[in-house]
């Protein structure tokens, strides 16, 4: 664990999963979350996705990670996580015009929103704000392409962590939580963002994410995060890839597939297996 996550208040016990085999000798199916974390990365790997997984047990603190945990990925639309947490913590929604389209933005991932609302947070800057908030040094950064608010960096590691302290800020977590455990099937755009996470567990609050120019490689990023298990698990899968393509609405539907491979790989009981539960 490097310095600058020592310095996060929050005390957890980070377990690292190096690449280890789909899955294990003798045809036995993994189900603990210890395992199925790399698990869920080889598998990305072998499909030539890049990607990264983490899962924060917020009752124990445990952290299960899995792939490059610290490293940038486009963040795409769970950008827009940032912008309602600094609406819903300066008071902003009281107006009931900003609340409306702050729910579409969340739970219809809708873009005209998000550009709308998008003025009032101080921009694509949002991010700044809200890693200073949390303290969450580790969060990422504004985006590197210059026009695509997708592009904004994040690590799994650090959406994880976002998660976990929203869900104990009153101020947010009300309505953010409520929001996310309405997503609907269909984004605004009609892509079905029900991909990942939604499709391995019942009862979940999720933020998907999916685009070309928020690729830091001029390819496309997938990816599904959010609380699973009574919003005790919080759960950060990225993504990102240059094989394939992306249709009119900028999204992979091969690479989402692998996604929601990789959500059923992690949780294959639907729900997240600990390991001290044998």
Known sequence: MSLTRRAVSVAVTCIAVSAVALRPAGGVTATTVDQTVGQAVAYAQSTGVAAAVVVYDDQTGRLYTAGDDASYYGAASVMKLFVATKLLATGQMRDPQIAGEAWS???????????????GVGGVDVINWVKDYYGIPFLGTPPHHPGCWGNTQVTALGVAYFYQRMKHDLRV???LLDAL?????????????????PQAAEDV???QGWGHCASNTDG?????????????FAIAILTNTNNWTVDGNSFNATQAAVVTEMAKILMPSG????????
Do not use: C
């Open 181 to 197: 455990h309405h997503h609907e099937t269909y984004g605004a755009d009609g892509t079905d963002q029900s991909f990942g996470i």
């Open 271 to 278: 729900y997240v297996d600990q390991p001290g539960d044998h």
């Open 220 to 232: 496309s990023v997938i990816n599904s995060t959010g609380l699973v298990g009574s919003d005790r």
């Open 105 to 119: 933005m969340i739970t219809r991932s809708d873009d005209d929103a998000l550009t709308a609302l998008l003025p």
């Open 173 to 175: 977590a009300p309505w």
């Open 205 to 207: 609050g999720v933020k």
